[in-house]
């Protein structure tokens, strides 16, 4: 079965530090996006890509960065870990844009101290 | 821009009382409208959406949502709940080519 997997699922990292969650999607979308939830926040969009090579902001992009090389996969890297940055990241992928169903992964807790 | 707001963070109900979870929603385009579930420590999963035609539309575990444009609402309803049925809510909106935007979630607590 096609599917969304993020890696690690948890995260302890120490702040100034570079970090990568991981996102694979094997249902073969060309839409991947990549959330954040905080208590009191719902989640934030933080950045989105609509295919190969195509990377957008979202709305709490500073301090993260995409990079899109092939359809399957959404690496999202916080270049200098801040505890800002502790939270729950989502990264979920769709087929379509605009009238999107999202598949969404497992997420990954990330704590920076 | 796009926007949803979801009016209450937290709704507590009794087993077989009905739901009613509230979405308010800004938009510049015809917007298209969704509600997530999320189970503790999992992802979310679609309940429902609208995009065009009808504006009550029937999801998922007997839960639906009727579109208002004059109110620009988009209310999540379900005649009886269950306990099953605990868990947290979002409203989100998007339009054409533009990116789901997802509101602050709103806990559902079941009693029995």
């Known amino acids: 079965d096609a599917e969304i997997t993020q890696s690690p699922r948890h995260k302890i990292t120490e702040t100034g530090r570079q970090v990568t969650l991981a996102c694979h999607q094997t249902?073969?979308?060309?839409?991947m996006f990549w959330y954040r939830q905080d208590l009191g926040h719902g989640l934030r969009l933080i950045h989105y890509?609509?295919?190969?090579?195509?990377?957008n902001k979202g709305e709490v992009s500073d301090g993260y960065s995409v990079s899109r090389s092939n359809t399957e996969d959404l690496p999202l890297t916080l270049e200098s870990a801040a505890s800002s940055q502790t939270s729950v990241y989502f990264c979920a992928s769709s087929e379509l844009r605009g009238d999107e169903k999202l598949f969404f992964g497992s997420g990954t807790q990330l704590s920076v101290l | 821009a796009q926007s949803v707001t979801q009016l209450g963070s937290h709704v507590s109900v009794s087993e077989g009382a009905l739901v009613l979870l509230r979405c308010n929603y800004s938009?510049?385009?015809?917007?298209?409208l969704f509600w997530y579930v999320q189970y503790p420590n999992q992802g979310l999963q679609l309940l429902l959406k609208?995009?065009?035609?009808?504006?009550l539309v029937k999801g998922i575990n007997g839960f639906e949502a009727e579109f208002k444009k004059s109110e620009t609402s988009f209310h999540l309803t379900k005649p009886s709940a269950h306990m099953s049925d605990a868990a947290e809510y979002f409203c989100?909106?998007?339009?054409?080519?533009?990116?789901?935007?997802f509101g602050k979630g709103t806990t559902l607590s079941v009693s029995s």
């Open positions: 938009s510049s385009v015809p917007p298209y």
């Open positions: 890509s609509y295919g190969v090579h195509d990377t």
């Open positions: 989100a909106v998007s339009g054409t080519g533009t990116a789901l935007i």
């Open positions: 249902w073969n979308h060309n839409n």
């Open positions: 609208y995009t065009t035609g009808a504006t």
